[in-house]
């Protein structure tokens, strides 16, 4: 009987030893594993403690969701002045209808959903002095599609030369609503 007792209590002992060591090997696993894993937001105390926000440094994400052909077009850019120093509410009373994907003080991921096809890329810029449409084809080539009877000279000296350098547009609701703004 007592050897019976004796090996029932080192059964015992040698049971709880592997259930405490596997415990120490789970909980070093786990802490490695969160070490290791990235962050999409910072930690609760940084937000508490410190305001976030755009820095010159801050990479801008745009993403544009394509409903039609469901594609995702990336555009990645500095953050440009008037943006640095905002918050993300700041940022998202700016970029009101615009989904925040993420917002740290590297990067920030912005999408808009736009009706329509990936293909519908149109530059305005000049022809001949006036106000012009170009399209891009799939192939990335630019093609005049229409000379409107604007001159340049006739609009702001700011708004021509966002035109001579050419402004890209996405979708045929977004031309017409930057070309309404041109013409009024």
Not at 119 to 141: M, N, P, V, W
């Amino acid at each position: 009987m007592r050897k019976a007792g004796a090996v029932l209590v080192l059964g015992l002992c040698s049971f709880l030893v592997f259930l405490v060591i596997g415990y120490q090997h789970t909980v070093k696993t786990q802490e490695e594993q969160q070490a290791a894993a990235p962050r999409l937001y910072e930690p609760a105390e940084r937000t508490i403690n410190e305001r976030i926000t755009i820095s010159a440094d801050t990479k801008m994400i745009y993403q544009y969701f394509y409903t039609n052909d469901r594609v995702t077009k990336e555009q990645t850019e500095a953050a440009p002045v008037f943006l640095q120093g905002l918050d993300r509410e700041e940022l998202q009373s700016v970029y009101n209808g615009w989904q925040m994907m993420l917002f740290s003080p590297e990067k920030v991921i912005l999408r808009c959903n736009i009706e329509g096809k990936s293909s519908e890329s149109y530059i305005i810029g000049e022809d001949g002095g006036y106000l012009a449409i170009f399209y891009e084809d799939g192939q990335k080539a630019i093609h005049l599609q229409e000379r409107t009877e604007i001159p340049l000279t006739a609009l702001p000296e700011g708004e021509a030369l966002q035109i001579r350098e050419g402004l890209r547009v996405t979708g045929e609701e977004n031309l017409a609503r930057l070309l309404a703004d041109f013409m009024s």
